[in-house]
């Protein structure tokens, strides 16, 4: 397929033009198969439906429904999916990449890394008390064309999220890379991230381009509608559209039942509005660890007595 704008040529399913950056239309993209597939079946019924969903003036978290696409200046792929996802990014030369520090896997030899406080000294800081590594990592392909991947730490998922014009709000370990036109700024989240358990900053992610935001466990589209009521564990909140009103409270009536029911603070959601959960909740899985793990007596010494003889 070819971009409307400028006529250069296009994988298929991609959602943006990689040499001048334009948006494929919803209605442009399955011009090169037979017309009846402009229902949304033939060969791109996959991608033509993600750009389907996302109405008009950009609304909705639009995720590349076959985890492939382009974007300017690189195309990308998610391999591996939804246990130990890997994101494969294909950069044209003398183009960039941002990640955060650690998030690299494995990269061509011609790619150059740059670490950096991103924001400056203040930018840094705001990072490191929301829980984010103060050093953001840029990746450019030096000389031709250049391969970076990258994954999460913990097993899970990896959502490639085609931003146009948009405004989220991202929990803080879920971020791994995006476009390096997005805007990544760590805000003030007053009482309702702190009570929350998230720190006292959210991250917030804006403009248009590839974001790439991971999850512990798979991860489960949640879309609200006008005035539509819904309750999240803070634990497995991966991101939201940065529009939506949000309250927290208590999971249950009173002290003493929030206590026995095993559930603490929880983040009621009004729509409209669309929201991303992880089905698993990594501090939980760390309780779950935790009687397995060596523990140190009252003398100081280590849980584990080992006789190696002599």
């Not at 978290?61 to 690189?74: A, F, K, W």
């Not at 085609?162 to 929990?171: A, K, L, T």
Request: hydrophobic share 40%; net charge negative; charged share 10%.
């Amino acid at each position: 397929m070819n971009c409307q704008n400028c006529g250069a040529n296009m994988i298929s399913g991609a959602q943006f033009c990689g040499a001048c950056g334009t948006r494929v239309a919803a209605n442009a993209q399955p011009v090169p198969d037979v017309q009846s597939s402009s229902s949304g079946g033939g060969g791109g019924g996959a991608a033509s439906g993600s750009v389907a969903s996302d109405g008009v003036g950009g609304h909705g978290i639009h995720i590349d429904s076959d985890s492939r696409g382009q974007g300017r200046g690189y195309s990308f792929e998610v391999l591996h999916q939804p246990s130990f996802a890997l994101a494969v990014i294909q950069l044209q030369a003398e183009q960039s990449i941002l990640a955060e520090a650690g998030a690299m896997v494995s990269m061509s030899a011609n790619v150059e890394l740059q670490s950096q406080m991103k924001g400056g000294l203040m930018g840094a800081l705001k990072r490191a008390v929301g829980g984010e590594s103060a050093f953001v990592s840029t990746f450019t392909a030096r000389g031709g064309p250049g391969e970076v991947t990258f994954a999460p730490g913990a097993p899970g998922d990896i959502a490639a999220i085609e931003m146009n014009n948009q405004m989220f709000m991202v929990q803080s370990s879920s971020y791994l890379a995006g476009d390096a036109n997005l805007t990544v700024d760590t805000k003030w989240g007053g009482a309702k991230t702190f009570f929350g358990g998230e720190g006292l900053f959210v991250m917030q992610v804006s403009g248009t381009g590839l974001l790439l935001l991971t999850s512990f466990g798979a991860i489960h589209r949640r879309h609200l509608q006008p005035g539509e009521r819904y309750v999240v564990d803070t634990g497995h909140l991966v991101a939201w559209e940065a529009s939506m009103q949000y309250s927290l409270r208590k999971a249950a009536a009173g002290f003493f039942r929030t206590i026995v029911s095993g559930e603490g603070i929880v983040a009621e959601f009004t729509g409209p509005g669309e929201l991303l959960i992880q089905t698993r909740n990594l501090a939980a899985f760390a309780g779950l660890l935790k009687p397995f793990f060596p523990t140190q007596g009252s003398g100081g010494g280590s849980g584990f007595n080992l006789n190696l003889g002599g």
